[in-house]
């Protein structure tokens, strides 16, 4: 059964650094998007991605954050200045239509 | 806005017990419909879906939902718990005219005492 794989599984990194997490959605899927959560809270959306742009993102997506999907793939959520407040866990999900399909998630801890 | 609760933060049922875990939303129309467990430091697993249809869906692991327009709720429930139950619920709506995103509820933690 196909699905939705992220790595890493656990990235830590410096407070001020640049991280990158990776997705690779389902092959035949066309909606892709990001969640967080922060750890005992509920999954926020952050962003989903549809047809090579950005269709809809919440108020947590500012500049620091970008998504790019570089080939046929990859699905990428770059955090540029990574705060303290970024701690938490990074679900991928991705849709024909309706359901999405979550990924593992990849635990980001900023020290 | 669109918003998602889940009025139990945490609910205790004995092993054999039913259970239900309520879910209201708010929104205009209707959205599509999920509820999803989390077991601790794991990924969301989907237990059932409503799109359309009967609004008594079958969902895997012996859980079902019922949707209720008149009271824009989707309960979970399950008629024999398990102690493998034990986990967080989570709630979701989506949206597809704002990108298709989900919106979560708060979620609730089941707890199974034997």
């Known amino acids: 059964e196909p699905e939705v794989t992220q790595t890493p599984s656990h990235q830590v990194t410096q407070m001020g650094q640049e991280v990158i997490l990776r997705c690779v959605p389902i092959s035949n899927h066309l909606y892709f998007y990001w969640y967080r959560q922060i750890l005992g809270q509920k999954v926020e959306f952050l962003v989903s991605?549809?047809?090579?742009?950005?269709?809809?993102k919440s108020e947590i997506f500012d500049d620091q954050f970008s998504v790019e999907r570089p080939d046929g793939s990859n699905f990428t959520l770059k955090i540029r200045s990574t705060k303290l407040e970024d701690s938490a866990m990074y679900f991928c999900?991705?849709?024909?239509?309706?359901?999405?399909?979550f990924g593992p998630g990849t635990r980001l801890t900023v020290l | 806005a669109q918003s998602v609760t889940q009025p139990d933060i945490h609910i205790t049922v004995s092993e054999g017990a039913s259970l239900e875990l309520r879910c209201n939303y708010s929104y205009g129309a209707t959205p599509y419909l999920f509820w999803y467990v989390q077991s601790p430091g794991q990924g969301l697993q989907l237990l059932l879906k409503y799109f359309s249809g009967d609004t008594l869906v079958q969902g895997i692991k012996g859980f079902e939902a019922e949707f209720k327009r008149s009271q824009s709720s989707f309960n979970l429930r399950k008629p024999s718990v398990h102690w493998s139950d034990a986990a967080e619920y989570f709630c979701?709506?989506?949206?597809?005219?704002?990108?298709?995103?989900?919106?979560f509820g708060a979620g609730t933690i089941l707890r199974v005492k034997s």
């Open positions: 991605f549809y047809n090579n742009e950005i269709s809809e």
């Open positions: 979701a709506v989506g949206f597809m005219e704002y990108g298709n995103k989900l919106v």
């Open positions: 999900a991705s849709s024909e239509e309706g359901e999405q399909f």
